[in-house]
């Protein structure tokens, strides 16, 4: 009896079944990487004198980091590089523009249920949304690029029961900052993979699940998956063929940790710096002055995160002093947000809508100067990600920081929805 995690390890490694903390030899069904770790990754082929892709039509490419990179930059001659590369060895190249690689792979259907993906980032865990299974690598992604195999340690699967129902105004990823703060200082998450699970899930939209995924592995695990429901199923058969069949843990299967969430008791959660483990209640840091707001990242960028933050900004305009940025997550998004008035709803109240991309995330736009203090949905708040190592970068959820937008200090987000 086998979990998701082991049942697509042992399909990758072509075996009726693994163990947790067994290596293994396996064949990825897709890798992808990024602009900025691609540099040193064609350095290694080079000096192995290796560039030629076993399987190119498996190696995706997507610049999500720099997409602003003006011509002359080191950046901008990455993309070059990177696109040169692609069109050489008949990898799929994804410019400036495209989104982050975390949708560019469900969107275009590269993670479908049972898929083993090897990427540069464990954040790539959303592609769980559909029941694929990301696994981090540094440079020896390199290997599985040119080989197509490499080798692997099976995860130990946990699994995190969810119950009851998100109040309004809060959302995953308010709970995403509880489990961290609740899990991040510990080792029980230590080369595991979440398995989430539990009715709370179907009354999630992909989106809200995808942004709990994106985060699970700063509370310390490897991975994480979701249950592929009918509502999964249905998005994985659209953007990958009709013929994909669901995948799921067996009856039985062994978890070596378990842990139940009640969503009803989760309130507006705030990380402040430097620690991501450091979530407090919203409302403790009520008046809290920003001078920042930014929505985006892998975590939060997608259409839902954008219909939050119109919620709480039509008719509204944002305070004078508060410069707010607005980064949709892909051309996608981007479009269906354009389609649906979003967009003009962020103009409208004074918001910055950047080009699909990680952009402030990174600290690639909206540069923080000393003593400013910025309130974010990003992944990281530690000094200087930034900007100058003086300022503040505070996490929170897409309701929290327009909420805050708008007054210009922290508040409770629901009396804005409410009113």
């Known amino acids: 009896m086998l979990t998701m995690a082991e049942k697509i390890v042992a399909r990758a490694a072509g075996r009726e079944t693994v163990l947790p903390g067994e290596y293994v030899t396996v064949s990825p069904t897709y890798t992808v990487c990024q602009e900025i770790s691609w540099g040193p990754r064609k350095r290694i082929m080079q000096q192995a004198g290796c560039t030629t892709l076993k399987r190119p039509e498996k190696v995706v490419m997507v610049v999500d980091h720099t997409t602003s990179a003006s011509m002359g930059t080191p950046y901008y001659q990455a993309h070059r590089e990177m696109q040169d590369f692609a069109r050489e060895t008949g990898a799929r190249f994804y410019g400036p523009g495209s989104g982050l690689r975390h949708l560019v792979m469900t969107e275009n259907g590269f993670a479908k249920p049972g898929d083993l ?46 119950h009851g129902k998100l109040p309004a105004g809060v959302m995953t990823r308010d709970l995403v900052q509880v489990i961290i703060r609740d899990f991040a200082q510990t080792d029980l998450l230590s080369q ?23 985060c699970s592995y700063h509370a310390g695990a490897d991975s994480a998956l979701m249950p592929v429901d009918e509502l999964a199923l249905a998005y994985a058969r659209e953007r990958g063929g009709a013929d994909i069949e669901p995948i799921s843990s067996d009856v039985g299967a062994h978890y070596d940790y378990e842990h139940d969430y009640d969503l009803s008791a989760i309130e507006p959660m705030i990380s402040p710096p430097p620690e991501l483990h450091n979530a407090v209640a919203a409302a403790s840091l009520a008046g809290l002055k920003i001078d920042q707001a930014a929505l985006g990242s892998c975590a939060n960028s997608r259409l839902d995160d954008m219909r939050a933050a ?22 996608e998004v981007y479009a269906s947000a354009a389609r649906e008035g979003l967009l003009e709803i962020f103009m409208q109240a004074g918001a910055t809508v950047l080009a699909p991309g990680c952009t402030t995330c990174w600290g690639y736009e909206g540069f923080l100067n000393p003593g400013e203090v910025q309130l974010s949905t990003h992944q990281m708040n530690y000094h200087g990600r930034n900007g100058s190592r003086e300022a503040r970068s505070y996490l929170s959820s897409p309701y929290v920081v327009a909420a805050a937008a708008v007054a210009g200090q922290v508040v409770d987000p629901r009396t804005l929805l409410a009113s």
Request: net charge negative; hydrophobic share 45%; charged share 15%.
């Open 310 to 331: 119109a919620e709480i900004l039509r008719g509204r305009t944002i305070a004078p002093h508060v410069t707010f940025y607005i980064t949709p997550g892909s051309r």
């Open 192 to 214: 595991a993979c979440i398995e989430y699970a539990g009715p709370a899930i179907a009354g999630l939209s992909l989106d809200e699940r995808q942004s709990l995924l994106a």
């Open 117 to 162: 993906i090897f990427s540069d980032e464990p954040n790539i865990a959303t592609v769980g949304v559909v029941g694929a299974l990301n696994i981090a690598m540094s440079s020896e992604v390199v290997v599985s690029q040119l080989t197509d195999e490499n080798w692997m340690m099976v995860p130990r699967s946990v699994r995190f029961n969810l």
